[in-house]
């Protein structure tokens, strides 16, 4: 077999399984209309770790690991560190972990990381984050670059980060007239008025081990 012949092959079993990935989602899709319908007065009953989503139920991955715990506190570092230093121009901001975010009467996430201003009322997130980063694993990554994706864009949150431990990768997304774009070279992020910090995710991953 030929290199290009292989190349091919190569490029055709991506495409199957990109396609395959494509219509398991839109079955889970189809499938979540047939669900009960809850609210958040609901939510809060349960016991367990939970999103709910559109009304319906979706359980949360298993306990972190230890990559992605080590990840989730460099960033909460570098973050709260920026914050700390620009406490004159950036005002009541903190960035809170794993933390109830309340978007509508059926609707709750419970993003990794969210950067959060002038809202410290009640124990939940109760307005867009300024920005929301969620580490993927291989048993949430469809939802974090689908569901999420849209209903964050649809929030009008203005910075969504998705971060990849197992292969130190990232992905910035900016919101730009209501959509999102990719912006992977963005380190700079405007929370508000003259407040903006600075983050480099690869410094994150630097002090992990190998």
Same mark, same amino acid.
């Given at each position: 077999?030929?290199?290009?012949?292989?190349?091919?092959?190569?490029?055709?079993?991506?495409?199957?399984?990109?396609?395959?990935?494509?219509?398991?989602?839109?079955?889970?899709?189809?499938?979540?209309?047939?669900?009960?319908?809850?609210?958040?007065?609901?939510?809060?009953?349960?016991?367990?770790?939970?999103?709910?989503?559109? +009304?319906?139920?979706?359980?949360? #991955?298993?306990?972190?690991?230890?990559?992605? /715990?080590? *990840?989730?506190?460099? $960033?909460?570092?570098?973050?709260?560190?920026?914050?700390?230093?620009?406490?004159?121009?950036?005002?009541?901001?903190?960035?809170?972990?794993?933390?109830?975010?309340?978007?509508?009467?059926?609707?709750?996430?419970?993003?990794?990381?969210?950067?959060?201003?002038?809202?410290?009322?009640?124990?939940?997130?109760?307005?867009?984050?300024?920005?929301?980063?969620?580490?993927?694993?291989?048993?949430? +990554?469809?939802?974090?670059?689908? #569901?999420?994706?849209?209903?964050?864009?649809? /929030?009008? *949150?203005?910075?969504? $980060?998705?971060?990849?431990?197992?292969?130190?990768?990232?992905?910035?997304?900016?919101?730009?007239?209501?959509?999102?774009?990719?912006?992977?070279?963005?380190?700079?992020?405007?929370?508000?008025?003259?407040?903006?910090?600075?983050?480099?995710?690869?410094?994150?991953?630097?002090?992990?081990?190998?």
């Amino acid at each position: 077999m030929s290199g290009n012949d292989k190349e091919k092959c190569v490029y055709l079993f991506n495409e199957q399984i990109r396609i395959a990935v494509f219509f398991c989602y839109l079955c889970y899709m189809r499938a979540q209309r047939y669900l009960p319908n809850y609210t958040v007065a609901d939510y809060r009953l349960w016991e367990g770790d939970w999103e709910l989503i559109d +009304g319906v139920p979706s359980a949360m #991955t298993p306990a972190p690991t230890k990559r992605h /715990q080590m *990840v989730a506190s460099e $960033i909460n570092f570098l973050i709260s560190l920026e914050l700390k230093n620009q406490k004159d121009s950036c005002g009541i901001c903190r960035v809170v972990y794993e933390t109830d975010w309340e978007v509508n009467n059926n609707t709750v996430f419970r993003p990794d990381i969210a950067v959060i201003c002038n809202d410290d009322e009640g124990n939940v997130i109760n307005k867009p984050p300024v920005i929301i980063i969620e580490i993927i694993s291989p048993s949430s +990554g469809l939802k974090d670059r689908h #569901t999420k994706y849209g209903f964050y864009e649809e /929030q009008l *949150v203005p910075y969504y $980060i998705l971060l990849d431990p197992i292969r130190n990768s990232f992905s910035v997304f900016v919101l730009e007239n209501g959509r999102y774009e990719e912006r992977n070279e963005t380190s700079s992020f405007k929370i508000h008025g003259d407040c903006a910090i600075t983050l480099d995710v690869n410094d994150a991953f630097a002090n992990l081990p190998n």
